[in-house]
């Protein structure tokens, strides 16, 4: 009787310990057999997560465009991508992971000598305080910000023309705008010199993400369920996500750290401190 219970139970166990990983391929711009490290963070991010999923999980890169990514993830059942925003497009061919690899600031409300606004601010609130904020005629904002500006189109100033963008970065820096709506890189790109960056602060838009977020993504298949179960359950180790937020450190504007520290603390469910 003893050995009838114990031969299922050992049998269990080897299969666990015999248990092959499960083989995954990554579709990427990356290449391990050139002998580089990657460039990119998102790449080298991966890599740490691979790693803590050894015996559990083997990844090769397979070089492909992003044309093709999508298509092959589509036709196999072994695909994952990586850094990859969510759409419902992509949510109806792919199963994502839940937390985030990475994160990219989102368009800010960009205002001059008017530190008084707090970091976070409706375009509502912005237009309520009499500011003459500037945007761009056919240029898409993301879905919020081009629904406020049809709705509004008669409080804004509307720039036109191919260089109206850069137009308006010059106006709000001459004084003959109190904000614009762009990416805080791409100005400070232009205008680089602390002269001009004294007066001006960047603020995240209310009623819109403030930061962008990079997923995995995985076939819609068992073993596309499997990687992304896998990927999950490394993305919840605080050694992972401690990881992952301290690497975003100086990879954007000091102005932007703020955003972004606490936008993946908030999708990691990180309690924030006093200090933050």
Partial sequence: MLLK?????????STIAFAKPIKIE???????????????????????????LKGEMA?????ASRLREWREL????NICLYNKVKTPERE??????TLPLMAFPSNRL??????????EVTLEKALSLGLRIGVTKGRSYGLEIDDFIKTNADRLFIGEGNDSAFRLRKMLVQGRLDGVIEYSSVFVNDYPSEDVLKDISFHAIGDTHATIFGYIACSDSK??????DLFERALQKPLIQDQVISAHANLFLPQEEVFISNSLKNAYG???TEKD
């Fill in 74 to 77: 589509e036709h196999h059942d």
């Fill in 59 to 63: 990844i090769d890169f397979i070089p």
């Fill in 270 to 272: 990180i309690q924030k």
């Fill in 110 to 119: 960009i205002l001059r000598n008017k530190k008084f606004v707090s970091a």
């Fill in 92 to 97: 109806a061919k792919a199963l994502f992971v």
């Fill in 5 to 13: 219970i114990l031969f299922p139970l050992l049998l269990s166990v």
């Fill in 223 to 228: 073993l596309g369920r499997q990687a992304v």
């Fill in 26 to 52: 990554i579709l990427s711009d990356y290449n391990p057999s050139f002998g580089e490290s990657p460039g990119d963070l998102a790449t080298q991010l991966l890599l740490i997560i691979a790693r803590s």
